[in-house]
């Protein structure tokens, strides 16, 4: 009886999916603040929880009302985009410590070998007009970019492709974290010291005093978590690159936000090296982990298609 108001209120598969994902990930979350005794801001996060608890109950009234289903499936998908973000993010600093620590030598060695050398880079940025606030701009408009799309493929009725962009992002949320805990680096801007007139000028959001704080933790982990001082912990892959062909991909189609997004994140290539702090190797892997995630989540859904198209011709012979 619960499995069938479950899937009769979270009527498409992708939604289940992030569901069971996010649960899981919940359960792990308590094992390892339990395990590891780890203090946490539960006030802090108990008001985020509730907000995408909120937003998705009033999704869910809106569809089983009947209401305005593309309205619904906007709010649930927010919802659920909130609620993942925050047991990810969390899972990610639980993972920490990590004994064989960040090695940013190899990074800054690639590099070097494809002839870029980040403090010349920061350096002729700043040499440019308005260059830096111009990257600034570009580097923060990540998240209100997914939430541009969310919006955009909700209320337009886009189920399937809302969907495939949300099991991208959760899958290539994962895999980051998988990599990166394998292979922790922090960026460039832990290996580099930039003179203190460059980096006064630079004002960078990543320099080097913020990388050595995500270095320490790698090496320490975490004495408190909470989501109002969460830093950004995972150089390679670069999870901005990510949601960058996230955003450009999944706008195709629609001419009035394409071209935006499409100029927009050509330039968030240099605004990830610069403000983000980042090898040119976490560029290349965060295209990567996208391409890879959303063939995944592309097969997925098919599968789940197929599945569904199965069931319906074995109800029917029945």
């Known amino acids: 009886m619960l499995k069938y108001h479950f899937v009769r209120i979270f009527t498409y598969r992708a939604e289940r999916i992030i569901i069971l ?144 962009f949300l099991l991208t992002g959760v899958f290539g949320s994962l895999m980051s974290i998988a990599i990166w805990s394998v292979v922790p680096s922090v960026g460039a801007a832990a290996h580099y010291i930039l003179p203190e007139e460059l980096s006064k000028a630079a004002a960078l959001l990543v320099d080097n005093s913020y990388a050595l704080k995500v270095t320490d933790l790698i090496a320490e982990g975490a004495f408190y978590i909470s989501p109002r001082e969460a830093l950004g912990l995972i150089g390679f892959p670069s999870f901005h690159m990510v949601m960058a062909c996230m955003a450009v991909w999944f706008s195709y189609g629609h001419r009035w936000l394409f071209l935006p997004l499409l100029l927009i994140n050509l330039l968030m290539i240099p605004a990830i090296l610069f403000h983000g702090g980042h090898h040119v190797m976490d560029v290349i892997g965060g295209v990567v982990v996208f391409g890879l995630c959303l063939a995944a989540s592309i097969h997925i859904l098919r599968y789940a298609d197929h599945s569904s198209h199965s069931c319906d011709i074995t109800s029917a012979h029945l």
């Open 21 to 164: 994902v996010t649960c899981f990930l919940l359960f792990l979350d308590f094992i390892l603040i339990t395990l590891k005794n780890v203090p946490v801001d539960h006030g802090a996060f108990a008001f985020t929880a509730m907000v995408g608890l909120a937003i998705t109950g009033i999704g869910v009234a809106y569809r089983t009302s009947r209401r305005d289903g593309k309205i619904a499936l906007m709010l649930i998908a927010t919802g659920l985009f909130v609620e993942f973000t925050l047991v990810a993010s969390t899972f990610n600093y639980l993972l920490l410590p990590l004994p064989w620590g960040a090695n940013e030598a190899w990074f800054a060695q690639m590099d070097e070998w494809i002839g870029f050398h980040w403090p010349s880079y920061v350096a002729w940025i700043v040499s440019i007009p308005y260059a830096r606030n111009l990257l600034l701009a570009i580097y923060v408009s990540s998240l209100p970019q997914l939430v541009a799309m969310i919006l955009t493929l909700g209320i337009g009725g886009h189920a399937r492709s809302l969907h495939l």
